[in-house]
C-alpha cells in the first residue's frame, strides 16, 4: 500500500504560477512511476505529466509541454509540479498517481497507476 498526499493548490490568476506537492509513504520502493492527472468538472480525468522514479524520465501532455515541469525529491519521496503560465481551461481537481510496476514506457493512463492521491484543487481566474 502506497499513500499519496497532494498539497499546494490554490487559486490564482491568469499567468500566474503555483507549485504542486505529492509525498508518498508506506511501501514507497514499490513505487517506479509518479505522476500528476487532473479532472475538471463535466470532463474525463486527463494526463498532466509523470516522472520515472528511478531515472527520472519525464512525459508531458501537450498541452501542457513547455509550462509545467515535473520533479522529484527522492530523499523526501515526493514529486512537484511546477505550473507556469497558467490559463483558465487549468482550473481542475489535481490528481497525484503512483504505479507499483515496471514499464516500457512512462504510463499515461489512468489504467496504468495503482494508487491516488485526494487531489488538490487548483482555479485559474481569467
Known amino acids: 500500500q502506497v499513500q499519496l498526499v497532494e498539497s499546494g493548490g490554490g487559486v490564482v490568476q491568469a499567468g500566474g504560477s503555483l507549485r504542486l506537492s505529492c509525498a508518498a509513504s508506506?511501501?514507497?520502493?514499490?513505487?517506479?512511476?509518479m505522476g500528476w492527472f487532473r479532472q475538471a468538472p463535466g470532463k474525463e480525468r486527463e494526463f498532466v505529466a509523470a516522472?520515472?522514479?528511478?531515472?527520472?524520465?519525464?512525459s508531458y501532455a501537450d498541452s501542457m509541454k513547455g509550462r509545467f515541469t515535473i520533479s522529484k525529491n527522492n530523499a523526501e519521496n515526493t514529486v512537484y509540479l511546477q505550473m507556469n503560465s497558467l490559463k483558465p481551461e487549468d482550473t481542475a481537481n489535481y490528481y497525484c498517481?503512483?504505479?507499483?510496476?515496471?514499464?516500457?514506457?512512462?504510463?499515461?493512463?489512468?489504467?496504468?497507476?495503482?494508487?491516488w492521491g485526494q487531489g488538490t484543487q487548483v482555479t485559474v481566474s481569467s
Open positions: 508506506g511501501r514507497t520502493f514499490e513505487t517506479y512511476v
Open positions: 516522472i520515472s522514479w528511478k531515472g527520472g524520465r519525464t
Open positions: 498517481g503512483a504505479r507499483s510496476k515496471g514499464f516500457l514506457r512512462i504510463p499515461t493512463t489512468q489504467g496504468e497507476y495503482d494508487y
